[in-house]
């Protein structure tokens, strides 16, 4: 089989995401599919007016003018989810929003970075992370779905679900830099849909080792399966490692990523159906997605190649049975 050259595209649409329909059930399939083979893949909507991804990308640029003094506000006890910008990591900045998917939260961030307003942003903000929490929904849907799983079970984890809204910004390493702007990882989340401005550096690892690196194009988003889905899953999703990196960009280029990343307050364990005796023996115990956040800061977790394992892993004696 040749090797890919660029993430498998799975086009989310009125036909697509109507559940009686046969292109719910062959999505479905699809995005199933993708996610075992490659953890990621690239939905393709028409869901998301331009106009507003446009005006949210030109605002968010107002979040990184701000002083450092307002930016170092806006804090959290959660891994990643207040302002990030570290020295080893020069090339990257985020700003987290918890419940970033609700004008509540949004409007708390405002005020709180904004005491004067910005009430363009805020409302753009809002819709924007509102909608990529819908694609959010459908790719959880689908995946329950397509393994069969109760659909009872897949709104009770929605139900529970804690979303990260996060604006980050890379700007193109000057002499002496590296180019790495976010290092080798997987994520810590459930599920991520990412979105840029149209400029390259997301690079995802394949199964085989193959680095793919991401073109982006609009009307396309980039979703991520974490290592907690992983895990829900028994281990059938892969949960791929990615980085982002400012090759060859002049030094005036800056990417802007925005993002949502769903973790989930209700206990994570596999389904039923996706445990048997045979070649999909239980892999992973039940486990509480915050609580594994606190771990991936611990001495463990950061020695860890894989937190989830290290954390909740199932140790299975091979010739126990023999």
Same mark, same amino acid.
């Given at each position: 089989?040749?090797?890919?050259?660029?993430?498998?595209?799975?086009?989310?649409?009125t036909?697509?995401?109507?559940?009686?329909?046969?292109?719910?059930?062959?999505?479905s399939?699809?995005?199933?599919?993708?996610?075992?083979?490659?953890?990621?893949?690239v939905?393709?909507?028409d869901?998301?007016?331009?106009?507003?991804?446009?005006?949210?990308?030109?605002?968010?640029k107002?979040l990184?003018?701000?002083?450092?003094?307002?930016?170092?506000?806006?804090?959290?006890?959660?891994l990643?989810?207040?302002?990030?910008?570290?020295s080893?990591?020069?090339?990257?900045e985020?700003?987290?929003?918890?419940?970033?998917?609700?004008?509540?939260?949004?409007?708390r961030?405002t005020?709180?970075?904004f005491?004067?307003?910005?009430?363009?942003?805020?409302?753009?903000a809002?819709e924007?992370?509102?909608?990529?929490?819908?694609?959010?929904?459908?790719?959880?849907?689908?995946?329950?779905?397509?393994?069969?799983?109760?659909?009872?079970?897949?709104?009770?984890?929605?139900?529970?679900s804690?979303?990260?809204?996060?604006?980050?910004?890379?700007? =193109? /390493?000057?002499?002496?830099? $590296?180019?790495?702007?976010? &290092?080798?990882?997987?994520?810590?989340?459930? %599920?991520? +849909?990412?979105?840029?401005?149209?400029?390259?550096?997301?690079?995802?690892?394949?199964?085989?080792?193959?680095?793919?690196h991401?073109?982006?194009?609009?009307?396309?988003?980039?979703?991520v399966?974490?290592?907690?889905?992983?895990?829900?899953s028994?281990?059938?999703i892969y =949960? /791929?490692?990615?980085?982002? $990196?400012?090759?060859?960009? &002049?030094?005036?280029?800056?990417?802007?990523? %925005?993002? +949502?990343?769903?973790?989930?307050?209700?206990?994570?364990?596999?389904?039923?159906?996706?445990?048997?005796?045979?070649?999909?023996?239980?892999?992973?115990?039940?486990?509480?997605h915050?609580?594994?956040?606190?771990?991936?800061?611990?001495?463990?977790?950061?020695?860890?190649k894989?937190?989830?394992?290290?954390?909740?892993?199932?140790?299975v004696?091979?010739?126990?049975?023999?």
């Open positions: 089989m040749a090797p890919k050259s660029k993430l498998q595209t799975i086009t989310f649409n036909q697509t995401l109507n559940r009686s329909s046969d292109g719910w059930r062959s999505t399939d699809a995005v199933r599919l993708a996610l075992e083979d490659d953890g990621c893949f939905v393709a909507t869901k998301i007016p331009s106009d507003l991804r446009d005006a949210i990308f030109e605002l968010s107002d990184f003018n701000l002083p450092n003094e307002t930016k170092i506000k806006n804090t959290s006890e959660i990643g989810f207040g302002y990030g910008n570290y080893s990591m020069p090339l990257w985020y700003f987290g929003i918890e419940n970033g998917a609700t004008m509540e939260a949004t409007r961030f005020d709180l970075l005491p004067s307003g910005n009430n363009a942003f805020c409302e753009s809002f924007y992370m509102k909608l990529l929490s819908e694609i959010d929904h459908c790719v959880m849907r689908m995946v329950f779905d397509s393994y069969g799983v109760d659909a009872k079970q897949c709104d009770d984890m929605i139900e529970s804690l979303y990260l809204a996060r604006f980050m910004k890379y700007r =193109a /390493p000057i002499e002496k830099e $590296v180019e790495v702007g976010l &290092p080798p990882h997987s994520d810590k989340s459930f %599920l991520a +849909i990412l979105d840029d401005n149209n400029v390259k550096g997301l690079e995802i690892k394949m199964r085989n080792g193959e680095w793919i991401h073109e982006p194009s609009p009307s396309t988003f980039v979703v399966a974490g290592e907690p889905f992983m895990a829900w028994n281990g059938r =949960a /791929p490692v990615h980085q982002v $990196v400012m090759r060859a960009h &002049p030094k005036e280029v800056v990417r802007y990523s %925005l993002g +949502i990343f769903s973790f989930m307050r209700a206990t994570v364990e596999v389904p039923d159906k996706l445990v048997d005796d045979d070649q999909h023996y239980l892999r992973f115990r039940p486990f509480n915050l609580d594994f956040l606190k771990y991936v800061l611990t001495e463990e977790g950061k020695a860890s894989c937190c989830v394992e290290s954390y909740c892993g199932v140790m004696d091979p010739v126990a049975d023999h």
